[in-house]
């Protein structure tokens, strides 16, 4: 066993009664919420030590880095399927949270499970493409920035209906719902009302633009903000700071 279990087991186990409180104070089922790990700033023996847990969907915010990860726990998890005592484990889930260079496409691609961060019909068709030569599709999100930040990726609310549409069109490419970053701040109001513009988005889109069943997901909310998200209708929660608290980091997580 690790010597970070125990302390991820506790910081897991906060997270989850956080989820679980914020699900009854808004009429919802703990099941309904998906966790993806962000572990941008967790150290490689941190990440085993999460992979350990069994802790299956894991995210990155910079293609390098989510592919040499991707690299280095395939390679940690076959060497442990080689040990007759340890039993072989499956092979995580990882997700593209950050912003994705459409040159960095196809460095991601064979590992990732979904890309959070699709704001352009060129991204978009760059991944659809490179989805084709491989013979697979992607499973992504169309990133939409509802705080109007200059410093946030995302497309515009009034061009994102438009974007879905020609998203939804796109072959080898699944659009599977929204995504959405709030400010980092305390005024709940602000966070919330980032959140509820991206959820009126959500039906609004689901409504009007022929996007098909694989449009079921809201991603907004991260360690600091995530019960908000939930009462907004949140199905995907990005927890980084939340999970690796008080364990070795690269830098300072904010996530």
């Not at 990155?60 to 040499?68: I, N, R």
């Not at 490179?130 to 939409?144: D, F, I, K, T």
């Not at 609310?157 to 549409?165: F, I, N, P, Y």
């Not at 991206?198 to 360690?223: N, P």
Request: aromatic share 4%.
């Amino acid at each position: 066993m690790s010597e970070y279990t125990k302390q991820l087991e506790a910081n897991l186990q906060r997270v989850q009664d956080g989820v679980r409180e914020a699900c009854e104070n808004a009429n919802r089922r703990p099941e309904e919420i998906k966790l993806v790990a962000v572990t941008k700033y967790a150290t490689l023996d941190v990440l085993k030590a999460i992979v350990d847990l069994g802790w299956s969907e894991l995210g990155e915010s910079k293609a390098q880095e989510l592919a040499a990860r991707g690299e280095a726990i395939h390679e940690f998890l076959s060497t442990r399927a080689r040990d007759m005592d340890a039993g072989a484990m499956p092979r995580p889930k990882w997700h593209m949270i950050g912003h994705l260079q459409r040159n960095k496409v196809r460095q991601v691609l064979p590992w990732v499970e979904m890309i959070h961060s699709v704001d352009s019909l060129r991204l978009g068709e760059e991944i659809s493409s490179e989805a084709a030569s491989r013979g697979c599709e992607v499973n992504v999100l169309m990133q939409v920035n509802t705080s109007n930040e200059s410093s946030k990726f995302g497309v515009a609310v009034g061009a994102a209906t438009h974007l879905a549409e020609m998203l939804a069109t796109l072959p080898n490419m699944n659009l599977c719902g929204l995504m959405t970053m709030a400010p980092l701040t305390e005024d709940r109001n602000i966070i919330y009302d980032c959140f509820m513009r991206c959820r009126e988005l959500y039906d609004e889109i689901a409504h009007e633009v022929e996007v098909g069943e694989h449009f079921r997901h809201l991603s907004m909310g991260m360690s600091h903000d995530y019960p908000i998200a939930i009462g907004c209708g949140a199905t995907i929660l990005r927890i980084g700071s939340g999970l690796i608290e008080g364990l070795p980091t690269i830098a300072a997580a904010t996530t």
